[in-house]
C-alpha cells in the first residue's frame, strides 16, 4: 500500500469510528468502546508508519481537484513533510492514551458513547489540518475541531460553569476565526491558490502583495486557536469539561493547531518583519503573565491550563525568531508531558475527591496512595520544569537557542529586538514554570492532615496509560539530534550559556517555591493549632470541620466510591508569598474578562438593547400602523355593505348625479378658457 493511501486512512479511521459511534452508541452501547479505541489506534500505527516512509526527506505532495471555482481551485491535497508526519504521530498516540484512559475515568457516565465520538471526530479534523496541503481544507478541519471543543467542554451541560465556558470558547475562537478567514482569501488571492506549495512559492519570488496585513489577520486566527494574549481567556475556564478533554485539547491537538499552522507558513510571516516584531510582543506578553497566573490558581487543573498557554507561548517565540524546528520540537515535547500531566491530575482528582490544591495540602499520604500517579507526574512536572536531562529541557532549551542566536546577530531572520524580548521573557518564564511546578507538587503530594482515602489501586486503563506517555517525558530530549533529518536541519541541542542561564532559573524558582512552603507550612500549623485550642475552649468538637472544596467538579460526583468531606483550615501555599499583593490579580487572570467586559461585552448589549428599542417601539410601530389603517379602512367599507338593495341604488343614482354634476362644471369651465 502506497505512503499516500496510508496518509489518507490516517484522518479518514477516527471519522469512521465516531460516525459508527453516533450511529451504535444506543442501539448496541457493547460497541462503543472498540469503535473510539481501535480506529484510533490503527489511525496512530499508520501514523509511524507513514512517519517512517516519509523519513525526513522531500515533501510528499499530491492532490486531486476537489470541487471548480471558476477562480482560485480547492484541491483535496496531501503535503507531508518531517513536521506533518512527526506531528500526526503525537495526535494520534495522544488520541490513543486518551480514548484508553476515558473507558475507565468515565466508565460511569452515561454520555460517554457520544463523549468518545466526538474524541475520535476531533482527533480525525486535527489529522486532516496536519496532512492536508490546501487551506480551504485544512479551514474545514479547524472549524470541526472548533465545533467539537464546544460540545466537550460543555460535556456536563447541567451546570453553569459548563455551559458557560462551552459558550466561551467558542465565541473567543470565533473572534479570531473572522480575520483568519479574511486572511486565507487574501493569502489565495496574491498567490493564486489555496494550495500550500504554491503559496510557498509566491511567497519565495516575492509575490506577495500585503504580506502585514496577511500576516496579521492570520495570527488573529492563531491567537485564538492557541490562546494566546489578548485571546487566552477562553482555556482556563475550559477545563470545566472532563479531565481527559483537557489532555487532549490542550495539549496536543486545538491549542498546537496554531502553532503548527504558522510553520508551515513561516515564510509568509516572514515577509513582514512587523508581524514577527508583533509575535515576539505576544509570545512575550503571554508566557510571563500565564506563569505568574498559574502560581495564583487553586485549581489543580487551571494551574495546567494556564501553564499550557505560557508553553505555547514559548512556541509562539520560536517561530517569532525564525525556527520552526525548535517551535516543533517543542510542541511534540510538550504534547507528550502535558497529556500526562492531565491525565495524572485527574487520577489524582478520582482519589483526592477534589481539585484545590489547597484542599490537597491538607490531605496526608495522598502519594502513597496512588503511587503510579505520584512518580509519573514527578516526571512530566520535571519536564514542564525543563529540568536535565528530560525532555522538556532539550525542547525549551532549543527555543532559547534560537532566541539567543537572533538577540545577539547571529540570525537574520527577525530583529534583533524580537530575539532579546523573548530571550528575556523565556528566561523569566522558566523561573516561574519552576515555580508553579514545584508548587503545585509540593501542596498535591506532601499534604499536612487527616490521612487521604485509600481506595484501592486504579484502573490498568488509567495508570498504564500514565507509564506511556512518561516513556517520551523522560526520553524524548534524546532525539534533539536525530530529528533535525525530520525538521530543516538547523541545531536543536543546547548551548553552554542558555543551559546554564534556564536551567539556573528554574533551580531559583524551586528553590525559593520550597522555602517559602516551608515557611507556609509552619504558619498553617500555628494557626490549625490555635484554632483547635480556640474551639476546644468553646465547647465545640476538637475534630476538624468539614467542608466541600470550593474547586469541586462535576466530574468528582461521578466516582464510584464515597470521597469525605475536605476538612477546613489553612493551606500551606508558597504561592502567596511568591507573589504578594499581586498574588490577588493574578488569582482573577489579571482581571481580562472584566476588561473585556467592560470594553466590549457591555457596549455591545447596550447596542443590541438600543437595536432591540428601536425594532420594538419604531419598526413594530409601522407594521402595526399599516395593519390598523387597513383595519379602519375595511370597517369603513363593511358599513357600507348592509345587503339592502334600496340602499344600493340610492348610493348609485347619487354616484351618478355627482358624476354628471362635475361634467358639467368641468365642461363650462373649459368653455370660458
Not at 552 to 558: F, I, S
Not at 569 to 584: F, I, M, Q, V, Y
Request: charged fraction near 10%; proline fraction near 5%.
Amino acid at each position: 500500500m502506497s505512503t499516500t493511501t496510508l496518509a489518507v486512512l490516517v484522518p479518514l479511521l477516527p471519522f469512521l469510528g465516531a460516525v459508527a459511534g453516533l450511529l451504535l452508541g444506543r442501539k448496541a452501547p457493547g460497541f462503543v468502546r472498540p469503535l473510539a479505541i481501535l480506529p484510533t489506534l490503527a489511525a496512530a500505527v499508520l501514523a509511524v508508519i507513514v512517519a517512517v516512509r516519509q523519513g525526513g526527506g522531500e515533501p510528499i505532495d499530491t492532490a486531486t481537484e476537489l470541487t471548480p471555482t471558476g477562480s482560485v481551485p480547492i484541491d483535496l491535497s496531501l503535503y507531508l513533510d518531517g513536521f506533518a508526519v512527526l506531528v500526526a504521530v503525537l495526535v494520534g498516540v495522544v488520541a490513543t492514551c486518551v480514548q484508553l484512559y476515558s473507558t475507565a475515568y468515565l466508565r460511569e457516565d452515561p454520555r460517554y458513547p457520544s463523549y468518545a465520538a466526538l474524541v475520535s471526530l476531533f482527533t480525525s479534523a486535527m489529522l486532516l489540518v496536519v496532512y492536508s496541503g490546501d487551506l480551504m481544507v485544512l479551514l474545514v478541519g479547524w472549524e470541526v475541531m472548533g465545533i467539537c471543543s464546544y460540545f466537550l467542554v460543555g460535556h456536563y451541560w447541567e451546570t453553569e460553569a459548563a455551559r458557560s465556558a462551552s459558550l466561551k470558547a467558542f465565541l473567543v475562537t470565533k473572534l479570531g476565526d473572522v480575520p483568519f478567514l479574511i486572511g486565507l482569501f487574501a493569502l489565495a488571492t496574491d498567490a493564486g491558490s489555496f494550495r500550500i506549495p504554491k503559496i510557498l512559492n509566491t511567497v519565495a519570488a516575492g509575490g506577495l502583495d500585503h504580506p502585514t496585513l496577511i500576516a496579521l489577520l492570520l495570527l488573529a486566527g492563531v491567537a485564538g486557536k492557541s490562546a494566546q494574549f489578548p485571546l487566552h481567556t477562553w482555556l482556563p475556564d475550559a477545563m470545566a469539561g472532563p479531565t481527559p478533554v483537557s489532555a487532549l485539547i490542550h495539549a496536543a491537538t486545538m491549542v498546537a493547531a496554531g502553532v503548527y499552522f504558522i510553520a508551515r507558513l513561516l515564510p509568509v510571516f516572514a515577509a513582514s518583519r512587523a508581524a514577527l516584531v508583533v509575535m515576539a510582543v505576544m509570545a512575550a506578553v503571554t508566557m510571563v503573565g500565564s506563569g505568574l497566573a498559574a502560581i495564583a490558581q487553586d485549581d489543580i487543573k487551571r494551574v495546567l491550563a494556564y501553564s499550557t498557554i505560557g508553553q505555547l507561548g514559548y512556541m509562539i517565540g520560536a517561530l517569532a525568531v525564525g525556527d520552526r524546528g525548535a517551535a516543533v520540537f517543542h510542541l511534540l515535547s510538550h504534547g507528550a508531558f502535558k497529556a500526562l500531566l492531565f491525565l495524572g491530575a485527574g487520577v489524582i482528582i478520582h482519589a483526592g475527591g477534589t481539585n484545590s490544591l489547597g484542599a490537597m495540602s491538607r490531605m496526608g499520604g495522598l502519594a502513597k496512595r496512588i503511587p503510579d500517579a505520584f512518580w509519573t507526574m514527578t516526571i512530566a512536572l520535571l519536564a514542564l520544569a525543563a529540568i536535565p536531562p528530560f525532555a522538556g529541557f532539550f525542547s525549551k532549551e532549543a527555543v532559547l537557542v534560537a532566541a539567543e542566536h537572533t538577540a545577539t546577530g547571529h540570525s537574520e531572520f527577525a530583529p534583533g529586538a524580537a530575539g532579546w524580548l523573548v530571550l528575556v521573557a523565556g528566561l523569566l518564564t522558566a523561573l516561574l514554570t519552576a515555580a508553579y511546578a514545584t508548587r503545585l507538587w509540593l501542596m498535591a503530594f506532601r499534604g499536612r492532615g487527616a490521612p487521604a482515602p485509600d481506595h484501592g489501586k486504579e484502573p490498568l486503563a488509567m495508570t498504564g496509560v500514565l507509564w506511556l506517555l512518561a516513556i517520551p517525558s523522560v526520553g524524548f530530549g534524546l532525539a534533539a539530534g536525530p530529528i533535525t533529518d525530520w525538521f530543516d536541519g538547523g541545531d536543536l541541542t543546547p548551548t553552554v550559556v542558555t543551559s546554564v542561564l534556564g536551567t539556573g532559573a528554574a533551580a531559583i524558582g524551586a528553590m525559593l517555591t520550597y522555602a517559602l512552603w516551608q515557611r507556609a507550612g509552619a504558619k498553617a500549623a500555628l494557626a490549625t493549632a490555635a484554632g483547635t485550642r480556640d474551639a476546644a475552649t468553646a465547647g465545640a468538637p476538637a475534630a476538624v470541620v468539614a467542608a466541600a472544596s470550593a474547586a469541586e467538579a462535576p466530574e468528582v460526583a461521578e466516582v464510584t466510591h464515597d470521597h469525605p468531606a475536605v476538612p477546613v483550615g489553612p493551606a500551606a501555599d508558597p504561592g502567596k508569598a511568591l507573589l504578594g499583593p499581586l498574588h490577588r490579580h493574578a488569582a482573577d487572570g489579571f482581571h481580562l474578562d472584566a476588561v473585556y467586559d467592560r470594553l466590549f461585552v457591555r457596549p455591545v448589549r447596550a447596542a443590541a438593547s438600543l437595536v432591540r428599542f428601536l425594532d420594538r417601539e419604531v419598526v413594530d410601530t409601522y407594521v402595526r400602523g399599516a395593519g390598523t389603517g387597513t383595519q379602519l379602512l375595511g370597517s369603513l367599507v363593511r358599513r357600507a355593505q348592509t345587503g339592502n338593495v334600496q340602499s344600493y341604488l340610492s348610493a348609485l343614482l347619487a354616484g351618478a348625479v355627482v358624476l354628471a354634476i362635475a361634467t358639467a362644471v368641468l365642461a363650462n369651465v373649459n368653455a370660458g378658457s
